[in-house]
């Protein structure tokens, strides 16, 4: 079996993020990584190169196949932000029928800026999908 490349490790989320060439990009991550601190009460770290994740959730498939990864994360990807969530946004459809412009995966939540969405809708979004997550 793969190893899993995303791992957390020591890797400064501040230095990552202030890496971010493009200020809009940089900013939209800043205030994202302040909104997933106020959700999840939770210090942020690096997982693998690019992701910032926040608390611990160890799984295991019906498959056994088992792992450990962040319960709530985000990556500041290229073309957009993506924000993920241990299990899936499919829950929460009436939220993200509110929260503005963005698609979604089955745990990946896509959003070009934010001030294509809501952040009080997203706020709530991010505190529902955690707080399924760590049941």
Not at 78 to 96: A, D, R
Request: charged share 30%.
């Amino acid at each position: 079996m793969a190893e899993l490349k995303t791992k957390v490790n020591k890797a400064s989320v501040t230095d990552f993020l202030n890496g971010i060439k493009d200020e809009e990009k940089r900013a939209d991550s800043f205030e994202i990584l302040k909104l997933m601190r106020q959700v999840t009460k939770q210090e942020p770290k690096m997982w693998g190169p690019s992701i910032v994740g926040f608390g611990h959730t160890h799984y295991i498939y019906e498959s056994g196949r088992e792992g450990d990864s962040f319960t709530v994360g985000f990556s500041p990807r290229k073309q957009n932000l993506t924000l993920y969530v241990m299990g899936s946004f499919n829950p929460h459809k009436e939220l993200l029928e509110k929260l503005g412009r963005h698609k979604t995966g089955v745990s990946c939540l896509y959003i070009n800026k934010l001030k294509d969405v809501d952040l009080k809708v997203l706020k709530e979004l991010l505190k529902q999908a955690y707080k399924a997550a760590k049941k």
